[in-house]
Every structure is written in structure tokens, then in C-alpha cells.
């Protein structure tokens, strides 16, 4: 009889240990996760293959360079100016490495709010809910991203994802260093529902003529 009480007792304790257990994800760290599978994160895993073409537009002509990424065996190809390099982008060389900052560059204008997911181990988050955007004035939600002070191209900056109630982000703001200013303001545009992704093929700078875009998706 006693052995019987004893088991109820501790079954009670982990009953009421588990339910007072918290949430591991904070509530930041859950809108990540749902702005990255919005855009199309768990699509992106069956990916074969992404090519794409990136371009500033710009007054005396626009500048563009090709991609063509294996998602599966990390190859890279970059098409520019009838210059065409492969590599792996997981095993570089002192020559790849200058390359694949390019990559890494127009990688993120494409997929931005993919690295949300990639990135979760390497930067903080914190949520700011109806703020008021910096390009087109919206009232939308703020997701922050800090990255750590290590690794990487450029450490220590941070990214602000505005988004909406349907996790669709609508501008995203860049800060160098973590500054208070902002160092770039783009405004998505154009979306394209492609393979299971969702990607802006148009980011116009706030307050300027010119603008970054994205053509030719390929998706295997």
C-alpha cells in the first residue's frame, strides 16, 4: 500500500512539473519560425536546384550576375560578364571565398527570410508588435535579428523584418554593426510564388530611384 501511495505522489509531482514546464521557443523565436515557413522552408528541402538572376538597376546601366545553386551537393555557379566559375560553397579556396561573398550577398536578397530558420543559432530575436515601417510607413510587426560578433562575413550586424499577419514580409531594414540607422531600407515587392517559395522579385530603396531586382527563377 505504501509503494502504491509513493508511485501517485511522484506521478502527481510529474504531472504538475510538466505542466508548469515553459515554452522553450519564445514567442520571437516562434514568429521566425513561421515567417521562414511562409516563404517556403519546408519546400526548400526537396530543392534540387535554384537559378537566378540578380540585378541592380542603376542610371548608365543595370549590373547583373547569374547563379545556379545545387541545394544538394552545395555547388555554385556564377555566370557574369560570359565568366562562368563552379564551386562548393561549403569547401572554399582563397579564390572561391571572393566569389562567394557575391553569393552569400545575392543568396540573401533571394531568400531572405529563409535564414531566419538557417540562421537560428547564430543571432539573437526580439519582437516588436504595430510599428510603424520605415519605407512605406505601414503598421506592421517587427521581427529584429542580431547576429553574433564571430563568424561569418559580417558579424555584428542586425536585420529588422517587417511583416504582416499573414507572416509575409514587406520590407526588411539592414543595420551595419548593429547601428541604430539604418544602413539599407528595402521595400518588397513582386512576389513570386515559385516551388513552394514565396520571393520578392523587386526591392526598391526607400527614398530612391534605384532598385535592386531579382528574374529568371529557375526552380528543380
Same mark, same amino acid.
Request: charged share 25%; aromatic share 12%.
Given at each position: ?119 537560428? /543559432?547564430?543571432?539573437? !530575436? %526580439?519582437?516588436? #508588435?504595430?510599428?510603424? *515601417? &520605415? =519605407? ?44 541604430? /540607422?539604418?544602413?539599407? !531600407? %528595402?521595400?518588397? #515587392?513582386?512576389?513570386? *510564388? &515559385? =516551388? ?25
Amino acid at each position: 500500500m505504501k509503494k502504491f501511495f509513493l508511485f501517485l505522489i511522484l506521478a502527481s509531482l510529474t504531472l504538475v512539473s510538466c505542466a508548469e514546464k515553459p515554452d522553450t521557443l519564445s514567442k520571437a523565436q516562434l514568429r521566425a519560425q513561421a515567417v521562414a515557413k511562409a516563404h517556403g522552408i519546408d519546400a526548400f528541402n526537396t530543392l534540387n536546384q535554384i537559378a537566378f538572376t540578380w540585378g541592380v538597376a542603376r542610371e548608365g546601366g543595370n549590373f547583373e550576375r547569374r547563379w545556379i545553386w545545387n541545394t544538394q551537393e552545395d555547388l555554385v555557379t556564377r555566370i557574369a560578364q560570359k565568366d562562368t566559375v563552379t564551386y562548393n560553397w561549403k569547401a572554399l579556396d582563397s579564390v572561391s571565398n571572393e566569389i562567394n561573398k557575391g553569393f552569400i550577398n545575392d543568396k540573401y536578397w533571394l531568400v531572405a527570410p529563409l535564414q531566419l530558420e538557417w540562421d537560428k /543559432e547564430s543571432y539573437e !530575436v %526580439s519582437l516588436e #508588435e504595430n510599428v510603424v *515601417s &520605415l =519605407g512605406n510607413e505601414e503598421v506592421l510587426d517587427k521581427l529584429t535579428i542580431t547576429y553574433g560578433n564571430e563568424g561569418g562575413y559580417t558579424p555584428g550586424d542586425a536585420y529588422d523584418f517587417y511583416i504582416d499577419d499573414t507572416n509575409t514580409v514587406r520590407e526588411w531594414v539592414f543595420r551595419r554593426g548593429a547601428a541604430e /540607422e539604418a544602413s539599407i !531600407v %528595402s521595400i518588397c #515587392e513582386d512576389y513570386l *510564388s &515559385l =516551388g513552394g517559395l514565396l520571393i520578392a522579385q523587386r526591392h526598391q530603396r526607400a527614398g530612391q530611384d534605384g532598385y535592386l531586382y531579382l528574374t529568371d527563377i529557375q526552380i528543380e
